[in-house]
Nanobody, 118 residues
């Protein structure tokens, strides 16, 4: 199994920034891709960004492109989501996830709340 622990959520004003972290442990040799997802109240979970386990090829949802940046510290097995120019619409619980392929994310963290006030 792969264990994922998110941190870094909180309350921020619109226009502000936050950085989320996701520390991976366990059978990380099986991980191919790491992703960030979010779920707002009353809405379905949506994809935010992903990065290969090697730290290459970041990819973003259109809604966050140009504002969010995903990166990976290979020495720490930690993935980051730098979120700038935050908007109230970014308010959600943010989850990181790992996948052995691009087709499915098998392991999920517990989530971290991000609240953006207007």
């Amino acid at each position: 199994q792969v264990q994922l622990v998110e941190s870094g959520g909180g309350l921020v004003q619109a226009g502000g920034s936050l950085r989320l972290s996701c520390a991976a442990s366990g059978r990380t040799f099986s991980v191919y891709v790491m992703g960030w997802f979010r779920q707002a109240p009353g809405k379905e979970r949506e994809f935010v960004a992903r990065i290969m386990w090697s730290g290459s090829t970041p990819y973003y949802a259109d809604s966050v492109k140009g504002r969010f940046s995903i990166s990976k510290d290979n020495a720490k097995n930690t993935v980051y989501l730098q979120m700038n120019s935050l908007e109230p619409e970014d308010t959600a619980v943010y989850y990181c996830a790992s996948g052995a392929t691009l087709l499915r994310y098998e392991y999920w963290g517990q989530g971290t709340q991000v609240t953006v006030s207007s």
